[in-house]
């Protein structure tokens, strides 16, 4: 036990005399690796010993705090929200040792370990579906992840009344800033993001051509600033894409009514919604319904640069994050062909993924190729006239 503080002394003489700018790219790479492993280690040490020291109540003689999550808050300089869901994955591990022991071997995060745990609380057959996302994929496909585990686990109904009965905005004030937060249906979350979406891309392009560039969600807000000042329509006649109407849905749920375990029914970059929804949007007739096992998307072969609509729907569902492996942006996504067209002549569902616009821009400008990891991710080598560093990269 003593060890620990023995480690701890030792890392802080180490930080101590830490000079970053004597270090070769390199050697600050590798050891960011190094220290993100033991960041890992130290804070599942924390969390275990934190957890006893709750249910001895030992953290009473040691602090003023009134409850334990703001006794670990105030040691861990972090918010009572994060200390309460620390307690909760110790807790939930306990029931899960293979969880447990990639945590203690530094190979899973505390924030990595909450949403694995929490889906395999709802579903323990996921655990190990759970723990391949999380080795393969960024933390926000691994949260959607587990989003479909637990929505196939919930009784469909009830989580649809419960998310309308907890429906709010919010908002709170700290600066000359002010901050919201809202929560609802999926579905009529969706509805609120496909109509600001076409006003997003309007002042998008306006930015663009005043040689302005912000982040997607900045044009978000002032979409919503648009959509709610503005006179008339709001949207100068801008009509919002059907996005909502995007269902992606396998067909077994489709046909039971309900999603089990391993099924999805979502909509892409929003989330889980009730099968309801699914057969709903089936018979309003809309087109954007994705059956995955309803339609062979390989087939989908086009001899033009033009990419058919059931392939661009079908890439969408396919290629929810960028498909570089541990990239997990979502947004802003563009096509890429694997193979130019100028050679191949065709365009097809293999050839095609998703990429972030940096990642599209190393492929593209910088001649970075892609290679195919053949579990549905790629990775980039670098072209041989590389700078090290970037090569590196």
């Known amino acids: 036990m003593f060890d620990i503080e023995r480690v701890v002394n030792e890392l802080g003489d180490i ?17 960011t690796e190094i220290a993100a492993l033991g960041e890992r280690l130290i804070v599942h040490i924390k969390t275990m010993y934190a957890q006893r020291a709750a249910e001895t109540n030992a953290w009473r003689r040691r602090s003023h705090a009134a409850t334990p999550e703001q006794w670990l808050a105030g040691v861990s300089g972090t918010s009572e929200g994060a200390a309460r869901e620390a307690f909760a994955t110790a807790t939930r591990l306990g029931d899960l040792p293979t969880t447990a022991e990639k945590c203690r071997s530094g190979e899973l995060s505390l924030a990595q370990a909450a949403q694995v745990s929490a889906g395999a609380l709802a579903d323990p057959s996921a655990e190990q579906r759970l723990l391949r996302t999380a080795q393969r994929s960024g933390m926000r496909e691994l949260r959607a992840e587990k989003d479909r585990v637990v929505a196939a686990a919930t009784d469909e109904a009830e989580a649809h ?31 609120i993001l496909a109509a600001l979406e076409p006003l997003a891309k309007v002042r998008f392009e306006q930015a663009r051509v005043a040689g302005e560039r912000e982040a997607h969600d900045a044009y978000r807000f002032d979409a919503l600033v648009t959509a709610v000042t503005a006179s008339g329509t709001g949207s100068g006649g801008t009509k919002a894409q059907p996005w909502a109407a995007c269902v992606h849905v396998g067909l077994e749920p489709l046909l039971n009514g309900k999603t089990g375990p391993g099924e999805m029914c979502e909509i892409p970059g929003v989330g889980p919604v009730p099968v309801a929804h699914a057969r709903k949007v089936l ?106 560093d970037e090569a590196a990269a």
């Open 283 to 388: 018979s309003h007739g809309l087109l954007q319904l994705v059956i995955t096992d309803g339609v062979d998307v390989q087939t989908v072969v086009s001899n033009t640069r033009y990419v058919p609509t059931a392939l661009k729907i079908a890439i969408a569902v396919r290629d929810r994050t960028c498909k570089i492996r541990g990239c997990d942006c979502n947004r802003l996504l563009e096509r890429h062909h694997t193979l130019d067209y100028v050679d191949s002549h065709r365009t097809t569902y293999k050839e095609l993924g998703n990429l972030c616009p940096k990642h599209h821009d190393l492929v593209t400008h910088k001649k970075y190729e892609t290679i195919d990891n053949g579990d549905g991710s790629w990775h980039l080598r670098p072209p041989a006239h590389a700078p090290p």
């Open 161 to 191: 009344r419960r998310a309308k009965r907890e429906r709010h905005l919010r908002t709170w004030t700290s600066g000359l800033a002010t901050h919201g937060s809202f929560s609802g249906p999926t579905e009529d979350v969706a509805q």
């Open 15 to 31: 930080s101590r005399r830490l000079e970053p700018e004597c270090c070769s790219g390199a050697d600050a790479a590798r050891l």
